[in-house]
């Protein structure tokens, strides 16, 4: 002991807090997953959570959506016209909006808007005790609360993903054409030149795990909250950070798969 009585953690103390979250989230996540194919399933707190979500996540999503858009046409064009290969603008920004763009302007405003709202309801739930008497009324609060969030998060953030994707285009093709002087039957015809089925499945289910994850990891910070108002908002805190930690990996992640798959 050292002096003044306080003892030093030892490793396995050190080590055991996070391993025991991972554990814990792991945990959760499967139950919530199981829950999604037995009956009752929560329809109206699954409606709800999604019109909630899209609720906060819109207006986010068109303000990162129109920036990062016109940052990626804009370089890329720059780059063309050194090549001297300006016709192929809208193959680039198709290839970018699709492949990269759509799927981490979905990161960000999922894990940041949305995630956070949820940990933030979840949270003052759990302060208030509401889980506690939802479990001593034998309701369980991973079937009715984290399931539907979950799926609602999936589902939004592959409408945003489609959407920022949309918008990606659009405005490249806007930016290109009447800023930059492309021509627009070269940007048309050049869209589909590297973009095709397989890189809008591969975004598509990059948006969709990345719903899953940050909705998962805005659930179990939730409902682990310990104190008061306080520990809420250092739960939503770390929603975003850990959001962004597993999101970033499963991008890099399922982009090498895709690569892979697509190369064969």
Same mark, same amino acid.
Not at 35 to 53: G, K, L, N
Not at 80 to 104: I, K
Not at 140 to 150: G, I, Y
Not at 160 to 185: A, R, T
């Given at each position: 002991?050292?002096?003044g009585?306080w003892?030093p953690?030892s490793?396995g103390?050190?080590?055991?807090g996070?391993?025991?979250a991972?554990g814990?989230?792991?945990?959760?996540?499967?139950?919530?997953?199981r829950?999604?194919?037995?009956?009752?399933?929560?329809?109206?707190?699954?409606?709800e959570?999604?019109?909630?979500?899209?609720?906060?996540? %819109?207006?986010?999503t068109?303000?990162?959506?129109i920036?990062?858009?016109?940052?990626?046409?804009?370089?890329?064009?720059?780059l063309?016209r050194?090549l001297?290969a300006a016709?192929?603008?809208?193959a680039?920004?198709a290839f970018?909006?699709?492949t990269q763009v759509g799927?981490?302007?979905?990161?960000l405003?999922v894990?940041?808007?949305g995630a956070?709202?949820m940990?933030a309801?979840?949270?003052?739930?759990?302060i208030?005790?509401?889980?506690?008497?939802?479990e001593? %009324?034998g309701i369980?609060?991973?079937?009715?609360?984290?399931t539907?969030?979950?799926?609602a998060?999936a589902l939004v953030?592959?409408l945003?993903?489609s959407?920022?994707c949309?918008i990606g285009i659009m405005?490249?093709?806007?930016?290109?054409?009447f800023?930059?002087?492309? $021509?627009?039957g070269?940007?048309?015809a050049?869209i589909?030149?590297?973009?095709?089925i397989?890189?809008?499945?591969i975004?598509?289910?990059?948006?969709?795990?990345?719903?899953?994850?940050?909705?998962?990891?805005?659930?179990?910070r939730? %409902?682990?909250v310990?104190g008061?108002?306080?520990?809420v908002? $250092?739960?939503?805190?770390?929603?975003?950070?850990y959001?962004?930690?597993?999101l970033?990996?499963v991008?890099?992640?399922?982009?090498?798969?895709?690569?892979?798959?697509t190369?064969r």
């Amino acid at each position: 002991m050292k002096p003044g009585g306080w003892t030093p953690p030892s490793v396995g103390d050190v080590a055991s807090g996070p391993l025991q979250a991972v554990g814990g989230l792991f945990a959760m996540s499967a139950d919530a997953v199981r829950f999604a194919f037995r009956r009752p399933f929560q329809t109206r707190e699954f409606v709800e959570q999604s019109w909630f979500v899209a609720r906060v996540s %819109l207006v986010p999503t068109l303000l990162v959506a129109i920036p990062f858009t016109v940052l990626v046409s804009f370089t890329l064009n720059v780059l063309l016209r050194e090549l001297g290969a300006a016709d192929l603008s809208g193959a680039g920004a198709a290839f970018g909006a699709v492949t990269q763009v759509g799927p981490m302007v979905t990161v960000l405003i999922v894990a940041g808007s949305g995630a956070t709202a949820m940990c933030a309801d979840l949270g003052s739930r759990t302060i208030r005790e509401e889980i506690d008497a939802m479990e001593v %009324l034998g309701i369980n609060p991973v079937q009715r609360l984290v399931t539907p969030r979950m799926l609602a998060s999936a589902l939004v953030a592959m409408l945003l993903n489609s959407l920022v994707c949309i918008i990606g285009i659009m405005g490249g093709y806007v930016f290109s054409v009447f800023v930059q002087d492309v $021509n627009p039957g070269a940007f048309a015809a050049g869209i589909t030149l590297l973009t095709g089925i397989n890189e809008v499945v591969i975004s598509s289910v990059k948006a969709l795990l990345f719903g899953l994850i940050a909705g998962l990891v805005a659930c179990y910070r939730g %409902l682990t909250v310990s104190g008061g108002a306080k520990s809420v908002g $250092n739960a939503v805190n770390e929603t975003v950070v850990y959001a962004f930690m597993s999101l970033f990996v499963v991008n890099v992640v399922v982009t090498a798969i895709g690569i892979q798959m697509t190369a064969r």
